[in-house]
């Protein structure tokens, strides 16, 4: 089975801080994909890779960046926290092709920004 | 930019009944998934249909897809406890290959 691995369950930070959750997946996926999930706005797309080095916007890049320097890790950096970034926070991969295959999901980031 | 709207926002059911959960979509779509999230944790693909296909099956799932009306139906038989969750469709269009997650149904399945 795949196995998506997000770095931390829960995670407090403060305003102005610069913050990173890392994401590892064991399964050699091209694709791999961060979302924010908010009550009724279901999830958005803040970025996505398709390959090392390679990265895309989503529906809500701003205040955020990437980082995929290796396969099977990408990060998502908060360069600058703000109280509206407090979420949960989805990573997933997949194989190649993008929509033709399924998205397999860590258990997310609930992090707060005080 | 959701593409999928689920019906209804949440549905309370007794163990043993059929639960049946709606989506409809804008756009021309490539394929349609739906996945399940049990609270605080990660998403979970159930099936995942291509525009071809109008009917999937899998235990306890079956999904149909109707392109011409632009909705899909899930329905989960013999409701378990366990079944309890979010339900979420989520739609590939042909032009931009992402995948738009609609809101998710809330699944309550009382012993």
């Known amino acids: 089975d795949v196995k998506v691995t997000q770095s931390s369950r829960y995670l407090v930070k403060r305003t102005g801080e610069k913050v990173f959750l890392e994401c590892v997946q064991d399964?050699?996926?091209?694709?791999m994909f961060w979302y924010r999930q908010d009550p009724g706005l279901g999830l958005r797309l803040i970025y996505f890779?398709?390959?090392?080095?390679?990265?895309e916007k989503g529906d809500i890049p701003e205040g955020y960046s990437v980082s995929r320097e290796k396969k099977e890790r990408f990060s998502l950096i908060l360069e600058s926290a703000s109280t509206n970034q407090t979420s949960m926070y989805l990573c997933?991969?997949?194989?190649?092709?993008?929509?033709?295959?399924?998205?397999?999901f860590g258990d997310g980031t609930r992090l707060s920004i005080l | 930019s959701q593409q999928g709207e689920e019906d209804p926002q949440a549905l309370s059911i007794q163990e043993g009944e059929n639960a049946t959960m709606n989506c409809s979509y804008k756009?021309?779509?490539?394929?349609l998934q739906w996945y399940r999230q049990n609270s605080g944790r990660g998403l979970v693909h159930l099936i995942l249909?291509?525009?071809?296909?109008r009917e999937k099956h899998s235990g306890r799932l079956r999904v149909t897809l109707d392109t011409s009306k632009k909705s899909s139906s899930l329905l989960i038989t013999a409701s378990r406890a366990a079944d309890t969750a979010s339900y979420f469709c989520a739609t590939v269009d042909t032009g931009f290959q992402k995948l738009v997650f609609g809101t998710g149904t809330r699944l309550l399945v009382s012993p």
């Open positions: 399964m050699d996926h091209e694709n």
């Open positions: 890779s398709y390959d090392v080095k390679m990265k």
């Open positions: 756009t021309s779509i490539n394929n």
């Open positions: 249909i291509r525009s071809n296909e």
């Open positions: 997933a991969s997949s194989l190649s092709g993008f929509g033709n295959q399924p998205q397999h």
